[in-house]
């Protein structure tokens, strides 16, 4: 493969041909840094799920190597961890050579049970054992996957976590020999929990860098319903004891500046009135049979209101409201019935802004910008469009705002703010005391619809963990590995300037490029707005935005290029971004395809792909309300690592 193909991440790993999904059985050993992954063999969608393989000496360089645990008779393999067995424990060795043992899920695709299984190697991962043909673990389940497995000390055991994904519960086993399992726990449901809970992970990481004071993690990815809908991963800082975990208590993280919620709601839901062939609205239900509760934020400005449909169409209106506020935010859950949702604003009885979507879950957490609007009188529709079976759709919340804000972030800890960030899992075995983690670069709400040939989704550069004490509490922080430093190429930098100057001098440098990495350190209190523009075209861009006042921050890819494959595509992503102080700090990493931002040390995190063409590379430096002082900015090349 040459891997010059439009959109091939340069920095990133991607298979040369064919369908990628999760990251799987990371482990280092002997200086190699294995990545297993789910993998299609045969195809770029998703199917015939087999370990795909990779080794790589830095993190940075990949080596492709052939598939490692294939599909076979009728059992998929599915997500799971590897572990370095150094005291041969489970026998699957010698004491001279202990071997690699993976644990995975199997899925039987003739009776859809869900089961762990595991394999062994002695040749550095390159064959693989199946440990018979009987699962290790089966709790007769179709819904238990993703196993994660790590050696606990204090307990001199393994411990496996594992998913009971439609319980939205993680189950905690233990075993001496990787063979034989007892149940300890179950954690959740807790958090957010959307439709399935997935690939979790448990593990310790120092607080602010002390190595005395540890403090574990519980990590769960979340499968439709996460933050801007779809797939995204939500952590649990917490104790385990070598049975339980238990979580510290959810933060109590205060309203965003700037936010009004609507006074929609009342005894009869306002006065919401619904026509058509809905068969009525009603009080919040809660879960309903075959449904998935809404389990966002609830207080003011729910309106949770809910429209029954078996089929047909149906409108639900809103009683008129003023227009006071640049942005009016909404979240949207319910059934994922088959047919067209959408959710319009009306001015005098004509649509002046529409968002779409297959059903309400695909119009989670979208907003209008009405700042042209202002001072109008408004209602807000809802217009359902039902082809079969019975369904509801509801509205969460309706909120006017400063800045585009997302109810969801309120109440649960999110890892990342982006859309393209899923299934991380960390390291096994590492040489130094580091936490590392790597995820998967997509969404299933679009994954198998992106415009990718011949591959399909690509792996997140990896990160380094850590913990961080916040004003507002214990932070998850993430920063990309040192070991990329080693692809950067021509230089750009600029210090102590405005705004306005260091643009003239990228300009006059011809500074571009598809693959970069950025470093921005700007006086953030002298301006309302600011940030940068990349991927950079008359036609395109990708837009990172630092709002003072509301303390958000946000990158928007609704004009970075292709993105008509999926209206969960082109949006607006933010986050509460606060106790900036005088000096906001960047580190972005731009791919071809994606854009990685680490903000304020990596205590915000967004990941987002973007697929612009070939010919938007510009980068650029904006503000409003102020030319802020540029306390430093660094702009490298960033070379392939496929070269
Ligand atoms: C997560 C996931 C896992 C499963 C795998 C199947 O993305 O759905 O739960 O093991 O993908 O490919």
Do not use: C
């Not at 726990?185 to 120092?206: A, H, K, M, N, T």
């Not at 936010?259 to 026509?275: H, K, L, N, Q, S």
């Not at 959408?342 to 059903?359: E, F, H, P």
């Not at 995190?605 to 973007?610: A, C």
């Amino acid at each position: 493969a040459t891997y010059d193909e439009q959109w091939r991440p340069q920095v990133h790993f991607t298979p040369q041909r064919n369908w990628m999904n999760d990251p799987n059985g990371l482990v280092y050993l002997d200086g190699e840094y294995h990545l297993f992954y789910q993998h299609n063999p045969f195809g770029n969608t998703w199917g015939h799920m087999s370990w795909g393989h990779a080794v790589s000496k830095d993190l940075v360089h990949w080596e492709e190597l052939p598939v490692a645990i294939p599909e076979a008779e009728d059992i998929a393999i599915f997500s799971g961890a590897a572990v370095y067995d150094k005291n041969n424990t489970s026998g699957l060795g010698t004491a001279a050579n202990p071997p690699l043992v993976a644990i995975f899920t199997g899925w039987n695709k003739s009776t859809n049970n869900q089961s762990q299984y595991i394999a062994s190697s002695t040749d550095k991962g390159r064959t693989w054992t199946r440990y018979g043909t009987a699962p290790v673990l089966d709790i007769g389940s179709t819904e238990s996957r993703d196993p994660k497995v790590f050696w606990h000390e204090p307990g001199k055991q393994w411990i496996m976590v594992f998913a009971k994904a439609k319980e939205h519960k993680v189950a905690i086993y233990g075993s001496k020999d990787l063979k034989n399992w007892n149940h300890l726990s179950d954690f959740g449901p807790y958090g957010s929990e959307g439709d399935v809970w997935e690939v979790p992970d448990l593990i310790q990481l120092p607080v602010d860098g002390d190595p005395t004071k540890k403090k574990w993690v519980m990590i769960v990815s979340v499968n439709g319903g996460s933050l801007y809908g779809g797939s995204g991963i939500q952590y649990f800082p917490g104790e385990f004891n070598g049975t339980t975990f238990t979580p510290d208590p959810l933060p109590v993280v205060s309203e965003p500046t700037g936010v009004v919620f609507a006074d929609f709601e009342g005894p009869t839901y306002g006065d919401w009135v619904a026509t058509g062939d809905a068969f009525g609205t009603g009080p919040a239900q809660g879960a309903l049979p075959g449904q998935s509760p809404v389990t966002g934020f609830k207080g003011k400005g729910l309106v949770n209101t809910f429209l029954n449909f078996d089929q047909g169409t149906g409108t639900l209106t809103s009683p008129e409201f003023l227009i006071n506020k640049p942005f009016i935010t909404f979240l949207m859950g319910g059934g994922n019935h088959p047919g067209e949702t959408a959710m319009n604003l009306l001015v005098d009885g004509k649509v002046v802004r529409s968002a779409t979507g297959q059903d309400s879950e695909a119009l989670r957490a979208k907003f209008f910008d009405v700042a042209d609007l202002k001072g109008k009188k408004a209602k807000l529709q809802i217009l359902d469009t039902h082809t079969g079976g019975w369904g509801h759709i509801n509205v969460d919340h309706i909120m006017f705002t400063d800045a585009v804000v997302n109810e969801m972030e309120f109440k649960t800890l999110w890892a990342d703010f982006g859309k393209d960030f899923y299934a991380g899992v960390t390291y096994d075995n590492l040489p130094t005391d580091e936490k590392i983690w790597i995820g998967w670069m997509s969404n299933w709400q679009y994954a198998g619809a992106l415009p990718t040939y011949p591959w399909r989704n690509a792996q997140s550069i990896p990160r380094k963990l850590s913990l961080k004490t916040t004003p507002e509490g214990l932070r998850l922080a993430q920063e990309p590995i040192q070991a990329l430093k080693t692809q950067r190429g021509v230089n750009f930098s600029a210090g102590n300037l405005p705004v306005s100057q260091v643009n003239e001098r990228l300009k006059a440098a011809g500074v571009r490029g598809k693959t970069l990495e950025v470093l921005l350190e700007i006086d953030a209190k002298d301006a309302e707005a600011l940030g940068l523009k990349l991927h950079k075209s008359s036609a395109e861009q990708t837009v990172i935005t630092y709002n003072r006042a509301a303390e958000r921050i946000s990158v928007d890819r609704t004009q970075a290029g292709e993105g008509s494959f999926s209206n969960g595509f082109p949006e607006v992503h933010a986050a509460p971004l606060k106790n900036v102080g005088d000096t906001l700090t960047l580190h972005v990493i731009l791919d071809t395809s994606s854009i990685e931002v680490f903000a304020e040390d990596g205590r915000v995190v967004f990941s987002d792909l973007t697929l612009s063409s070939p010919s938007s590379d510009g980068i650029e430096l904006f503000s409003t309300g102020g030319d802020p002082v540029v306390r430093k900015l660094e702009v490298f090349e960033l070379k392939s690592i496929w070269k």
